[in-house]
């Protein structure tokens, strides 16, 4: 069965790193990409972008460029948010989504992982 | 970029009531607009795809209309277990936007 198992949560000081990981099983992983969504507390669901699991080629949304980096590891089938410089502003869940290539919506979800960010 | 915009934005409906939940769009998307249940604490669901495909293992009580820019999602029947945040979502073409959501709760 498909899973997406995201790593655990993390609490960071501000302008500390933070790596999310999301591992991908059940599903030939190069064939379908994979979108990181952003909630934070109480607040809505935020699309951050997507990469392409064929080619590594990151897309990021509008408010999510600079500090934001997508990458992959396919030998292990797993894909990789990270996210610098972190602000009180960056403290959500983050989720990663498997999309298709053809029909983009997003039918398997990871856990999510909270990142919290505090002094 | 397209705006998405549900609304209302919070429902309160007794349990065997038909629920209707609207999304519009800024823009015409077609047909590729998704609908996801979170329900509290939970990782969002998949409940609807291309605008009125019921998503495998999704009870037959929920279902979808619309195309262009205008959608609904539809509770025939408001079951406790329901209780949730929905939520519409643009995804044909980046930025892949959701609704704000709607929170939907037992009265």
């Known amino acids: 069965q498909v899973q997406l198992v995201q790593s655990g949560s993390e609490l960071k000081r501000p302008g500390a790193s933070v790596k999310v990981s999301c591992k991908a099983s059940?599903?030939?992983?190069?064939?379908?990409?994979m979108n990181w969504v952003r909630q934070a507390p109480g607040q809505g669901l935020e699309w951050m972008g997507w990469?392409?699991?064929?080619?590594?080629?990151?897309t990021y949304a509008q408010g999510f460029t600079g500090r934001f980096v997508f990458s992959l590891d396919t030998s292990v089938s797993t894909a990789y948010l990270q996210i610098s410089g972190l602000t009180a502003d960056d403290t959500a869940v983050y989720y990663c989504?498997?999309?298709?290539?053809?029909?983009?919506?997003?039918?398997?979800w990871g856990q999510g992982s909270l990142v919290t960010v505090s002094s | 970029d397209i705006q998405m915009t549900q609304s209302p934005s919070s429902l309160s409906a007794s349990v065997g009531d038909r629920v209707t939940i609207t999304c519009r769009a800024s823009?015409?998307?077609?047909?590729?607009l998704a609908w996801y249940q979170q329900k509290p604490g939970k990782v969002p669901k998949l409940l609807i795809y291309?605008?009125?495909t019921l998503q495998s293992g999704v009870p037959s009580r929920f279902s979808a209309s619309g195309s262009g820019t205008d959608f609904t999602l539809t509770i025939s029947s408001l079951q406790p277990e329901d209780v949730a945040t929905y939520y519409c979502?643009?995804?044909?073409?980046?930025?892949?936007?959701f609704g704000q959501g709607t929170r939907l709760e037992i009265k």
């Open positions: 823009q015409g998307i077609s047909n590729y």
């Open positions: 291309a605008a009125s």
């Open positions: 990469i392409n699991t064929d080619t590594g080629n990151p």
């Open positions: 979502q643009k995804y044909y073409t980046a930025p892949r936007t």
């Open positions: 989504a498997r999309s298709d290539w053809e029909e983009k919506y997003f039918d398997y």
């Open positions: 059940g599903y030939s992983f190069i064939n379908f990409a």
